[in-house]
C-alpha cells in the first residue's frame, strides 16, 4: 500500500485512442501517462506553491505490451531531491496474471520562477523512504547519475 505522504498511485484504463495498430498501448501514451503520474508526484512533494518545469526524461522503460481495455495501475514516488531539482520514479504495477511491472521510468523536475529559472523549492521536499519497489529504480538512478556531460554538470549546481 502506498505511504499516503510520499507515494501516489494513478490508474488508467487503455482506450482505443491510446492505442497502436496493434491493439495495444501506443508509445507517445506510455509516456503521456508516466509524465502525468510523475508530475502528480512532484507537485504534491513540493506543494501548493510548485512550479515546476518537466527538465529531462532520465529513462522511461516499457517490458510488456498493455492491451486496450486494460486497466493500469502506475505508482510515482520523489526518489531525489536536490535545491531546485527533483527526480520521481514511475512504476506500472504488475498486469493481471505478471509478477514484474509493465513499465517504468525516471522523470526529472525543476522549480522555476516567473522567468522559468530555476529557483529553491519553497519548502522542504521529502523523497520516498527505502522500499523495495523504488530500489531497481534509485539502482538506475546513480548509474545515470556518473554519466557526465551538461545536464549532469547542471544538475550538480541546482
Known amino acids: 500500500m502506498p505511504d499516503a505522504i510520499h507515494e501516489i498511485t494513478s490508474h488508467r484504463l487503455v482506450l482505443p485512442a491510446d492505442a497502436n495498430h496493434h491493439g495495444t498501448l501506443y508509445a507517445g501514451s506510455l509516456l503521456r501517462y508516466g509524465l502525468e503520474t510523475a508530475y502528480a508526484a512532484a507537485s504534491r512533494a513540493v506543494g501548493p506553491q510548485a512550479n515546476l518545469m518537466l527538465r529531462r526524461v532520465l529513462s522511461l522503460e516499457c517490458r510488456r505490451s498493455v492491451p486496450v481495455g486494460s486497466l493500469v495501475e502506475i505508482r510515482g514516488a520523489v526518489l531525489d531531491v536536490r535545491q531546485a531539482y527533483l527526480v520521481v520514479g514511475v512504476v506500472g504495477m504488475p498486469l493481471a ?12 523536475f525543476v522549480q522555476v520562477d516567473e522567468k522559468g529559472l530555476p529557483v529553491a523549492f519553497p519548502a522542504d521536499v521529502e523523497a520516498v523512504g527505502d522500499a523495495t519497489l523504488w530500489e531497481p529504480l534509485r539502482t538506475r538512478l546513480e548509474k545515470l547519475a556518473r554519466i557526465r556531460g551538461a545536464t549532469a554538470e547542471w544538475m550538480a549546481k541546482t
Open 97 to 108: 496474471g505478471h509478477t514484474l511491472p509493465w513499465m517504468d521510468g525516471l522523470f526529472g
